[in-house]
């Protein structure tokens, strides 16, 4: 008899366009973004430390409003991902 490990990957998906506040936590990673997300005057997009955040190719977020990321680690980790 054998045995597979089965691993679920659980994303929380998010996109489109939010004019008001949004906060990714660290509770919900990781995040998948599948289409361009925009982020609109006047609204804040808050990372909170040690969430992951996934895109597929060629996808992006547009900061209109302000990004606040809780340490300079998250920072980091996004770019990496970027890559």
Not at 38 to 59: H, Q, R, S, W
Request: aromatic share 10%.
């Amino acid at each position: 008899l054998q045995t597979k490990k089965v691993f679920i990957n659980k994303h929380i998906h998010i996109a489109g366009v939010y004019s008001s506040n949004i906060t990714l936590y660290y509770r919900n990673s990781p995040y998948r973004i599948q289409t361009d997300l925009t982020i609109e005057t006047k609204a804040v997009l808050t990372i909170e430390t040690g969430v992951k955040i996934y895109f597929d190719n060629g996808i992006g977020i547009k900061i209109k409003g302000t990004i606040w990321a809780v340490v300079s680690a998250i920072i980091m980790n996004i770019f990496n991902i970027l890559k």
